[in-house]
């Protein structure tokens, strides 16, 4: 089973007419304008087993599906020059290398995010088939739980009234996922950590 990977293409230095030619010529013709065909940038010849089809497609797509995630409508931000698509268990960096030397005027920023939250995740610029700059944090830290929510689109907070959600541990570089935590309405202020320390019971593990 394989790893949804959302990618975020925002089409930079490019006018609103240049992004739109792109689009158009990239574009899945059963889907429409704001989906990405990468049987139209890189080609894929005709295979007779699936086998073949499946090594060639890693070989040079960098990834074993085309794009997907449709199912629920196209993710395209027409204000941003922005397109959201899903790949399978990697990036789809090689296919956007590619498509920048097809089109060597834009500037293409690349962020991806794994659905394994926190692992394989980062952003990179491309232009003219170059990737030039980026930043990809090491898995499983603040940073890159930050970007990875950030790309996928919800809030690290906790919620009281529902007594769930994401808490910075003091102990480790990360952010934890809690349910059944219920906040104390006293708490105090630990010097030593330079911050209010919030007072709370955990009901399922009675701490």
Not at 17 to 34: K, N, S, V
Not at 78 to 107: G, H, W
Request: proline share 2%.
């Amino acid at each position: 089973m394989a790893n949804d990977i959302t990618n975020e293409l925002t089409f930079d230095k490019c006018s609103k007419e240049r992004c739109r030619e792109i689009l158009e010529a990239i574009q899945r013709d059963d889907i429409g304008l704001g989906s990405i065909n990468f049987h139209k940038i890189i080609p894929q010849p005709k295979f007779r087993t699936d086998k073949e089809c499946l090594d060639w497609r890693i070989k040079h797509w960098d990834t074993k599906w085309e794009a997907y995630g449709y199912r629920d409508g196209i993710r395209y931000d027409e204000d941003k020059q922005q397109i959201c698509f899903l790949t399978a268990n990697r990036s789809a960096r090689k296919i956007i290398l590619a498509l920048s030397r097809q089109y060597p005027d834009v500037l293409f920023e690349l962020r991806y995010a794994d659905d394994n939250f926190g692992f394989n995740v980062g952003e990179i610029s491309i232009m003219a088939g170059e990737d030039f700059h980026g930043r990809i944090p090491k898995d499983n830290t603040y940073e890159a739980q930050e970007l990875a929510a950030d790309i996928m689109g919800f809030k690290l907070e906790f919620d009281i009234e529902s007594a769930s959600g994401y808490v910075r541990k003091i102990d480790a570089n990360l952010y934890e996922y809690c349910e059944g935590v219920y906040v104390s309405q006293s708490f105090q202020c630990d010097a030593s950590l330079g911050h209010p320390v919030v007072l709370c019971y955990d009901f399922d593990n009675s701490k």
